[in-house]
């Protein structure tokens, strides 16, 4: 049973579901894409993503209209296995296609493309043997791309993993819950000024890109929470 943290776009709001691995994920219709195929390799008992990206699928799943073999959709950043700033991280992308012929691999790239329901769909000089696409939201808060920046009173996928980076290097965020609210502003505090960052309680370009190299990778720790 998997605990599935869900940010709704359209109500500003986080729902919490609990799925077995072989149910639908939470929007997704017509049992298209199952817990176990969303969660992929992860090990995490929970699992994130936000309405956009699940309503995303669905259309892709669509338009293309044949099943989509999923390889690797979520992973916890103390997981790793992917970038500093990896969509996988948020929930909000899909690595597919894996285990299909390199013509099929072309068809559903094209199809990604030209449905124009993703953010992002990396070229296929950078996935050679699989497809990528993205439903990322927000400006980046670096000017090479990746995170937005977070700051009180938001909520989302990314609120979700800076909550995870902070509680998992034993910065205490009250609760892994989406929501950035006092506990984790001040948690941030904390961890911006033991890291030599300007301390404004603000998860901008530089603090992203010190907690993600401080965690990606190094795997669950005594003060990691679900």
Same mark, same amino acid.
């Given at each position: 049973?998997?605990?599935?943290?869900?940010?709704?776009?359209?109500?500003?709001?986080?729902?919490t579901y609990y799925k077995g691995e072989r149910e639908?994920?939470?929007?997704?219709?017509?049992?298209?894409?199952?817990?176990?195929?969303?969660?992929?390799?992860?090990?995490?008992?929970?699992?994130?993503?936000?309405?956009?990206?699940?309503?995303?699928?669905?259309?892709?799943?669509?338009?293309?209209?044949?099943?989509?073999?999923?390889?690797?959709?979520?992973?916890?950043?103390?997981?790793?296995?992917?970038?500093?700033?990896?969509?996988?991280?948020?929930?909000?992308?899909?690595?597919?296609?894996?285990?299909m012929t390199q013509s099929e691999r072309n068809a559903?790239?094209?199809?990604?493309?030209?449905?124009?329901?993703?953010?992002?769909?990396?070229?296929?000089?950078?996935?050679?043997?699989?497809?990528?696409?993205?439903?990322?939201?927000? &400006?980046?808060?670096?000017? $090479? +791309? =990746?995170?937005?920046? %977070?700051?009180?009173?938001?909520?989302?996928?990314? #609120? !979700?993993?800076?909550?995870?980076?902070?509680? &998992?290097?034993?910065?205490? $965020? +009250? =609760?892994?819950?989406? %929501?950035?609210?006092?506990?984790?502003?001040?948690? #941030? !505090?904390?961890?911006?000024?033991?890291?030599?960052?300007?301390?404004?309680?603000?998860? =901008?370009?530089?603090?992203?890109?010190?907690?993600?190299?401080?965690?990606?990778?190094?795997?669950?720790?005594?003060?990691?929470?679900?």
């Amino acid at each position: 049973m998997a605990k599935i943290l869900v940010y709704n776009n359209s109500t500003n709001r986080m729902e919490t579901y609990y799925k077995g691995e072989r149910e639908a994920m939470p929007y997704n219709t017509n049992q298209t894409l199952l817990v176990r195929e969303f969660r992929g390799s992860s090990g995490s008992s929970t699992l994130w993503t936000d309405r956009n990206t699940m309503r995303a699928w669905n259309s892709q799943r669509y338009i293309y209209g044949k099943p989509i073999d999923v390889g690797f959709a979520f992973r916890r950043t103390w997981e790793g296995s992917h970038g500093t700033q990896s969509q996988h991280y948020a929930g909000t992308a899909f690595d597919v296609g894996q285990r299909m012929t390199q013509s099929e691999r072309n068809a559903l790239y094209n199809s990604a493309v030209n449905s124009k329901v993703w953010s992002y769909v990396e070229p296929q000089t950078y996935t050679p043997t699989w497809v990528h696409f993205d439903k990322r939201y927000g &400006t980046p808060a670096c000017s $090479t +791309g =990746g995170y937005p920046l %977070i700051s009180r009173g938001s909520r989302g996928v990314y #609120v !979700l993993i800076a909550q995870d980076d902070l509680n &998992t290097l034993g910065y205490t $965020t +009250g =609760g892994l819950d989406g %929501i950035y609210g006092d506990k984790t502003r001040d948690a #941030v !505090l904390a961890y911006q000024r033991k890291a030599g960052l300007t301390a404004d309680g603000i998860v =901008g370009c530089n603090t992203w890109r010190a907690l993600q190299n401080a965690v990606v990778g190094t795997g669950r720790t005594s003060t990691t929470i679900d």
